[in-house]
Antibody
Framework: QVQLVESGGDVVQPGRSLRLSCTASGFTFSSYAMHWVRQAPGKGLEWVAVISYDGSNKYYADSVKGRFTISRDNSKNTLYLQMNSLGAEDTTVYYC???????????????WGQGTLVTVSS | DIQMTQSPSSLSASVGDRVTITCRASQSISTNLNWYQQKPGKAPKLLIY???SLQSGVPSRFSGSGSGTDFTLTISSLQPEDFATYYC?????????FGQGTKVEIK
């Protein structure tokens, strides 16, 4: 069965960096675009970034553009989110999610990980 | 950015009730609209994609309709496990955006 497991969430000081990982299993990782979606505690959902199945295309929300970088290693079935210049507004649960269609970006998120919490605090 | 507005923000209903949640987009998104269910402490779950297509494994009491700017999610007969928060999301253009959520509570 499809499984997505995030890791790397932590408490970090403002201005510092953090890298999140999402390890996939149960499907052909290299055939699907992957997304990061975040949710502040008690708040709604915010799409963060997407990377195409082969890593050739990446798109970001304006709120993270220039600070966050999405990447993937298809040989390791792993998705990453490098987060730099973190601020209090980045304190959220980060989910990785699989795109619903193979070999394209359809932006319907059919499988989600359990989430990893990032807390930015001094 | 395309703004997604759900109504109501919350509702109280009883088991067996028919429940309808509305989602409105700030511009036409054709049928590029998805619905998710989220329970406390859990990740969202895809229920409906492309406005009206039922995701595999989702009970048939869930249905979606609409196109353009106005969409609805209907639960035909509310079950105890359906008490949750529901989100719509447009997949028409980046940045892909979600509605603010509708919390379905027990009456």
């Amino acid at each position: 069965q499809v499984q997505l497991v995030e890791s790397g969430g932590d408490v970090v000081q403002p201005g510092r960096s953090l890298r999140l990982s999402c390890t996939a299993s149960g499907f052909t990782f290299s055939s699907y675009a992957m997304h990061w979606v975040r949710q502040a505690p008690g708040k709604g959902l915010e799409w963060v970034a997407v990377i195409s199945y082969d890593g050739s295309n990446k798109y970001y929300a304006d709120s993270v553009k220039g600070r966050f970088t999405i990447s993937r290693d298809n040989s390791k079935n792993t998705l990453y989110l490098q987060m730099n210049s973190l601020g209090a507004e980045d304190t959220t649960v980060y989910y990785c999610a699989r795109d619903g269609k193979m070999a394209t970006i359809s932006a319907d998120f059919d499988y989600w990980g359990q989430g990893t919490l990032v807390t930015v605090s001094s | 950015d395309i703004q997604m507005t759900q109504s109501p923000s919350s509702l109280s209903a009883s088991v067996g009730d028919r429940v309808t949640i509305t989602c409105r987009a700030s511009q036409s998104i054709s049928t590029n609209l998805n619905w998710y269910q989220q329970k406390p402490g859990k990740a969202p779950k895809l229920l409906i994609y492309a406005a009206s297509s039922l995701q595999s494994g989702v009970p048939s009491r869930f249905s979606g309709s609409g196109s353009g700017t106005d969409f609805t999610l209907t639960i035909s007969s509310l079950q105890p496990e359906d008490f949750a928060t529901y989100y719509c999301q447009q997949s028409y253009s980046t940045p892909w955006t979600f509605g603010q959520g509708t919390k379905v509570e027990i009456k």
